[in-house]
Each structure stands twice: as C-alpha cells, then as structure tokens.
C-alpha cells in the first residue's frame, strides 16, 4: 500500500490566534489613534466610546449599544436590569465558559445548567423547557465558538413563559439567524439584552479588556447605561446599586480602528473553516463542526468532536499535534456544574451526559484570519496523521 507522504511544516509558525500578524497591516492606524488618545487625555468616556458604540450599533443593524469594561460585566450588567430577585432561576447552558454563570451567581441569583446539543454544543431548547419552572427569571443563551443557538426556539419558550432572554454572545459577533419568512435576525439583537466582550482573543478583540450590551429598549438602554457607571443619573446622584464598568476611551480609540475589517477577518475564518471541512470532514471517528442552516457561523473556534473508542484519544491527539507544532485547545474540559466554585448548585457527574462528553473530547483546531491554505492544509494532515 501506498503511504501518502505528510506535508512538511510551513515555514511560518502556526498559532492558535495570531493578533501581531492581524494587526500589522493596521499598525500605522492604530499607532495613530493610540497617540491622538494619549494627547487629549479624556481616558474615561472620551469621545471614541460613544463613535465606537454608533459604529457598533450600525454593525449590528441598530440595536442600542452600551459599552462597558469586559464581558462578563456585561453579563451581570445585563442580568441586574432584569431587576430579578434574589434566589430567582437563570437558566444557563452546562457547556459554556465559566462566566455565564458567574455573572448570576455573584448577584445571588441561582444558575440552573442545563444540557447542549450534541452537534451545535447550544443549549437544548428541550431541556430549556424541562428546566423552566415558576422561579425562572432569565434563559441565557450561548452562541458558542460563533454559531447562534436556536434563538427561535429560545425565543418562543422566553415569551411563553414571561422570562427574559439573554444572548452571551461574547463569541459570535456578527452572527446571524434566520428566523423564517425571510426575517434575519443579528445574533446579540434578539434577546431582551445582549452582550459580547472584547477580550484580545475575540472575533473583535481589543487591546486590553472591554465588553458590550445590546438592546432594542431605549429605556433599559438607559438603565444599563446608568447601572455600568455607578447607578447615577447624574453626576453624584446615585439612583441605583450599580457597577463602575466602562470601556477606556483607548480601547473604544482602537476597537474604532479594527471594526470597518470584522466582515473580511470573519469572511477569511470562514473561508479557514470550509477548508478545514473539506480536509476533515470524511475522518472517521471525527466530526467536524456541524452547521446549523439557520445561523451563520463567524468561528470564533472551529471545534471538533472525537469519538470514545478509547479514553483519552483526545489528549492524545492533542499531544501528537503539539510534538508537530501544532497548537490546539480544549474549550472548556470540566463543565461548569462540576467545577467546585458551583458544588454548592448540588450536581453530580451524570448529570448532564452531552456537556460532561464534549468536555472529553472536542478539540479546537488553529483558526484566525491569517492562517494560510498552507498552514491549514499542514493541521488537518496532522489531525489525519494524529487518528490514523
Ligand atoms: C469571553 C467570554 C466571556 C467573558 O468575557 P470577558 O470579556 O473575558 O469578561 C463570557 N462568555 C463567553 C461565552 C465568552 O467566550
């Protein structure tokens, strides 16, 4: 039998995200908005945050923005204009980052983690109805590694029952969702609120860390507007309990610079993405991501599945890429309801079986707006190599 011969190593490294070779094409820029900052000396809410949120807001298809300093503020910020009382049931999913559901804990609301798809990793809208009970004040969906949850379901279930929805979508800016005749929905538009952060990693990452909110209401806009700066309505008059949570003129400064290039940096993932499929989609005892029709997909991560036939293939596979020089990530390994920080919620392990698998055995492959068909096409070999 022929044995293919693998691919030598590209010349160039690869990295999981690779921001130096993002940026420079935009390093004059940047240096030049950074400098313009320093000089006039508004750090906080100067004029770059509010152009930076009307910039967003016209992205978005014109949600209200509210900016703030990181995601996970967002996150509880958002969960605070609910005005829910203590105790009350969030529903969150139990494959997700851990701020999702530490954002209702630290308000002394109860997190509720319920089980993901399989295929997509987003929240289960049947299990979201299981878990639904007279105490549930809030459904927080994930958009998880950039593809939309099944926003018309978590819709419908949040409308029957009276509760919010809330779209983490730290991970899938720009992501849409058709909703049926015809009708698009923008991912982080749909929910009561939305929030998306800015960490350096993100899809649209800045230079330090920033978050964000959306919403339709100009009245919540409002609040959550009030409730990320101290609760004031007006300078020293405290109407509300709230957070000193705001984005830094810098980084509103630089996000301004970045933005105009989101749709080309997603196309170009996207583009990373469908190759990756190509090369992988027919490896057996892999399953590449699955797409859902009805979302767009930006990869914020382009995740894949392995079968059990043995424990510990993952880790495995994950060690013969690294020995090859390539990196990979496991997103997240323990579920959130097993992390002691969230013992105190009662879960066992068993659970809930989709969360507690993924966590044995997705793994996210090198995906950013730079990586080369070269680079690309060296990982999936590696992979091939890796399972063989
Ligand atoms: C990154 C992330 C957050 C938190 O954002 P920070 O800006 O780091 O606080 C929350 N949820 C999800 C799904 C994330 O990926």
């Known amino acids: 039998m022929l044995v293919p011969s693998l691919p030598v190593a590209p010349s160039a490294a690869i990295q999981l995200l690779d921001l130096p070779a993002q940026h420079a094409p935009l390093q004059t820029e940047l240096t030049a908005a950074a400098a313009a900052c320093l000089h006039e000396a508004a750090y906080i809410q100067g004029p770059a945050v509010a152009q930076f949120a009307q910039e967003l807001s016209q992205y978005l298809g014109g949600p209200r923005v509210v900016t703030c300093a990181n995601g996970t503020d ?86 029957q029952c009276a509760v919010a929805l809330i779209e983490d979508n730290a991970q899938a800016i720009g992501a849409t969702f058709q909703a049926g005749n015809g009708v698009s929905w923008v991912a982080g538009t749909v929910g009561e609120v939305g929030t998306t952060s800015f960490f350096p990693s993100k899809n649209l990452g800045g230079f330090g860390d920033g978050g964000a909110l959306f919403t339709r209401d100009e009245n919540r806009a409002a609040y959550l507007r009030q409730l990320a700066n101290h609760g004031q309505t007006r300078k020293y008059y405290h109407q509300h309990i709230g957070l000193n949570s705001r984005l830094d003129t810098l980084q509103a400064a630089l996000l301004r610079v970045k933005l105009p290039h989101l749709p080309a940096w997603t196309a170009a993932r996207q583009r990373v993405a469908a190759r990756y499929d190509t090369l992988l989609g027919s490896v057996p005892g ?78 996210s492959l090198p995906i950013h707006p730079t990586l080369t068909d070269e680079q690309v096409a060296y990982v999936a070999a590696m992979v091939r190599a890796g399972l063989a």
């Open 74 to 159: 967002a996150l509880q910020l958002a969960l605070m204009s609910l005005d829910l009382p203590a105790g009350t049931e969030v529903i969150v999913p139990a494959f997700t980052y851990v701020a999702t559901l530490e954002a209702a804990a630290v308000l002394g609301l109860r997190p509720v983690p319920v089980d993901v798809l399989a295929d997509t990793f987003n929240l289960d809208p049947a299990a979201v109805a299981a878990a639904l009970t007279p105490r549930t004040g809030a459904i927080v969906a994930v958009h998880l590694f950039g593809q939309c949850a099944d926003l018309a379901a978590l819709r419908q279930l949040a409308d």
């Open 286 to 363: 892999l399953a590449v991501p699955a797409r859902d029709p009805r979302s767009s997909h930006v990869f914020h991560q382009y995740t894949i599945t392995l079968s059990e036939q043995e424990p510990g293939r993952r880790d495995a596979l994950q060690a013969f890429l690294a020995a090859r020089g390539v990196p990979s990530a496991v997103y997240y390994p323990l579920p959130n309801h097993l992390q002691p920080a969230y013992a105190y919620l009662g879960y066992r392990a068993g659970q809930f079986p989709v969360a507690e698998r993924l966590g044995r055995t997705v793994l």
